[in-house]
Structures are given as C-alpha cells and as structure tokens.
C-alpha cells in the first residue's frame, strides 16, 4: 500500500460534518448523512469513524463505521468509506484501511460487514482492499431488501483468528 507521511488519521469532529456531507453527496449510492446521525456516530462509536487528513490540505477522505455484539461475536459494519480526488493521489483510503484493520485487532472483531452493489467498481476496490484486512477475502451475503436498495447486497470479511485479538 503506497501511503504519504503527509496524512494521518483522527477521530471524527463535530468540524469535520460539512466535509463528511459534501464528499458522500459526490460519491454514487451514498446517503448524506445529516448532522444528527453524524453526531450520533461519532458520540458512539468515537474510535471507528475516522477521517483521514492531509497535514496542508486538512481533511480527505472519512470512515464510518459502527462496532455491534452479536452472540459470540464482535462485528464492524463498515457504513461509508470514501476519499477525494487528493485523497485518492495521497493514498488516504490506503491508510484509512490500516488505521480500520488496526481498530478491529484491538477491539477483537470476528467479522466487517458492509453493503455495495456488486457492478460498481467500488466493489471490485473493497474485495482488493479486503486482502489488507485478512486473508479469508470476502463473502458473498443477500441482497437488501428492495425498499432499502435495490441494487446493493451484503457482503462480509471474516477477520482471522491470527488477525484478531481474543477477548
């Protein structure tokens, strides 16, 4: 993964939401997330939404993400991942992906799950990315229910045991 050593990774702030706002409005299938349901995330889940920021140019690329129980299991749903164009040249989505894989070995994740429509290039860019968060790859889960989306599916990564901290 090609990083720069002009961006680092923070929690999300309250100063961050026009950012977070106005780069999910550009990215294809994305909901907007209103303030609300920003503050809410970063209120309970201040360690798994993240934005990446270049040193001179400030924020360029965010992630939301939410860390749930199940029984016997800790599981991240990884809610929006996105970079700008900057961010994109910077390799921010590189680095947002090591600062996530970092996150679900300290907390003992089992399990990311998050939604994309299998015909997007995003889709091919997660399953690549998903490599740098374990070796088991990505599986395939069942279509949304078509009032939510009705091209978008579920698709999970099963963290390694050797990839995950035991709790």
């Avoid at 994740?109 to 860019?125: C, G």
């Amino acid at each position: 993964m090609h990083t720069s050593k002009w961006i680092r990774v923070r929690p999300l702030t309250v100063a961050d939401f026009p950012f977070v706002r106005r780069l999910s409005a550009k990215q294809n299938g994305f909901t907007v997330p209103p303030p609300y349901v920003l503050w809410l995330l970063k209120r309970t889940n201040p360690q798994s939404c993240m934005v990446v920021e270049h040193v001179k140019s400030g924020p360029v690329a965010y992630l939301l993400s939410i860390l749930v129980s199940e029984p016997r299991e800790k599981v991240l749903y990884v809610w929006q991942l996105a970079a700008s164009k900057q961010g994109m040249r910077t390799g921010a989505i590189d680095v947002a992906l090591l600062a996530l894989r970092t996150f679900v070995r300290r907390v003992g994740a089992r399990k990311i799950l998050f939604t994309v429509n299998p015909e997007s290039p995003k889709f091919r860019a997660i399953r690549r990315y998903a490599y740098s968060l374990s070796a088991a790859g990505v599986r395939r889960g069942q279509f949304l229910p078509g009032s939510v989306s009705r091209h978008e599916r579920e698709y999970v990564i099963k963290v390694n045991r050797s990839h995950a901290r035991k709790t």
